[in-house]
């Protein structure tokens, strides 16, 4: 079935980029997407692309797509202590309308 | 309300007893998907519907979980004869064009 793989952790310091990865194996994949979870809270869409493109840009955060290596990366400019959340990566395809969702990433962010 | 509303927000149960969990989605989405989130994982996918019908129920771990969504919108995630490995976070979320899924608070459940 489908899979979707993230890095546990990464810590970084206020003001710095962060650059979070995923990687999936579905090759029929349309949207992938970001998801942002602080603790005790829901699931906060960040941002979406499309599977067609290579490159997303939303104020802070860009998203690079490369759908040969199905690899997939968030990063977050000027990274603030707010950013401090579990980072999630899912995707979906048009024959299923459900989202696979990564394990997540803790990003901790020091001030 | 503005957002998907879940409630309750927390629910404890004893082994064996029956629940009920309800997800209010943003008015006008006509999508509907529950998830169910285990400490430390990603949401994993239970249940989809389209309107009232359930399109995909492939997620549904066993027949102890059922859903219903009758008029198309408020929906009740359903499970008998609890069993503590059902504790988890139960995940609601809505969408008008299956594009953007936005997600409630989720339900607690803790089978004790």
């Known amino acids: 079935g489908e899979d979707v793989e993230q890095s546990l952790f990464l810590s970084v310091r206020e003001g710095d980029s962060s650059v979070i990865n995923c990687t999936y194996t579905d090759s029929s994949s349309t949207y992938l997407y970001w998801y942002k979870q602080e603790p005790g809270a829901g699931l906060q869409l960040l941002t979406y692309i499309f599977s067609n493109m290579d490159m997303k840009q939303d104020q802070r955060l860009t998203v690079l797509l490369n759908k040969k290596d199905k690899h997939l990366s968030l990063r977050i400019a000027d990274t603030q202590t707010g950013d401090s959340a579990i980072y999630f990566c899912?995707?979906?395809?048009?024959?299923?309308?459900?989202?696979?969702f990564g394990s997540g990433t803790r990003l901790q962010v020091q001030p | 309300g503005a957002g998907v509303s879940q409630t309750p927000s927390n629910k404890v149960t004893e082994k064996g007893k029956y629940v009920e969990l309800r997800c209010d989605p943003i008015?006008?989405?006509?999508?509907l998907y529950w998830y169910r989130q285990s400490l430390g994982q990603g949401p994993e996918f239970l249940i989809y519907f389209q309107g009232t019908g359930a399109a995909d129920d492939s997620g549904l771990p066993n027949d102890r979980f059922f859903a219903v969504r009758p008029e198309g919108s408020v929906s009740t995630l359903k499970i008998q004869r609890t069993e503590r490995g059902d504790s988890a976070v139960y995940l609601c979320?809505?969408?008008?064009?299956?594009?953007?899924?936005?997600f409630g608070q989720g339900t607690r459940l803790t089978v004790v």
């Open positions: 899912a995707e979906t395809d048009t024959g299923r309308r459900a989202l696979t």
């Open positions: 979320a809505s969408s008008l064009d299956n594009t953007e899924a936005f």
């Open positions: 008015s006008g989405h006509t999508a």
